[in-house]
C-alpha cells in the first residue's frame, strides 16, 4: 500500500499476542514513535479497494471492520515490538537486536576482508611489474643482442678501387 510492503494491524496483533485494540491504543500512546513512514491509517478508498480485493464482509452488514485498520512497515513493526508488553513482542525486540549485532560484526568482518584484499591486490601489482623487469633481464641474458662484428684486415672504399 502506497508503494511500501505493510502489515495491517489486526495481523500483527495475531503475530504479538495481543487484542488489536491494546495495539491501536499502544500506538496512540506513544503516537511520536510512529512517524508516517512507519504506520499510517488506510484512507476510506484504500479500506474499499482493499476490502473488494480480500472479500471480507459485506460493508454494507454491521459486521467486520468498523473502522480503517492501521497499516505498519517493518520500521514500524520493529518500533511495536518495544512498545508492546506481551513475551512474544518481548521475544521479537530481543531478536531484533541480535540480528543487528550480528549484522555489525558482519559488516566488519567484510570490512577486514576487503582491506586484506585490496592489500593483496596491490602486492600482486607490485610482485607483477616486478617479474615482468626479471623477466625482461633473464630474456636479455638468454638472448643477448648481437653487436656487428668489427672485421679484420683492410677495407676497401671507392676511392682505393679507382686509383
Request: net charge positive; proline share 4%; glycine share 2%.
Amino acid at each position: 500500500m502506497r508503494g511500501r510492503r505493510v502489515i495491517l494491524d489486526v495481523d500483527i496483533a495475531k503475530i504479538y499476542r495481543v487484542e488489536t485494540r491494546a495495539l491501536v491504543q499502544a500506538v496512540k500512546r506513544n503516537i511520536e514513535r510512529f512517524p508516517e513512514d512507519f504506520t499510517f491509517q488506510l484512507s476510506k478508498e484504500e479500506l474499499e479497494n482493499w476490502r473488494s480485493q480480500i472479500v471480507i464482509s459485506n460493508p454494507a452488514a454491521k459486521m467486520g471492520l468498523r473502522r480503517q485498520p492501521y497499516a505498519f512497515t517493518e520500521h514500524g513493526a520493529l518500533m511495536l515490538a518495544s512498545i508492546l508488553k506481551s513475551p512474544q513482542a518481548a521475544q521479537m525486540s530481543i531478536f531484533v537486536v541480535r540480528a543487528f549485532i550480528r549484522l555489525r560484526e558482519y559488516l566488519a568482518t567484510n570490512k577486514d576482508l576487503a582491506r586484506k584484499m585490496e592489500e593483496l591486490e596491490r602486492q600482486q601489482r607490485e610482485h607483477s611489474q616486478q617479474l615482468a623487469s626479471v623477466y625482461s633481464i633473464v630474456k636479455q641474458l638468454i638472448n643477448p643482442q648481437e653487436k656487428p662484428k668489427k672485421r679484420i684486415g683492410f677495407a676497401l672504399t671507392d676511392k682505393a678501387l679507382t686509383k
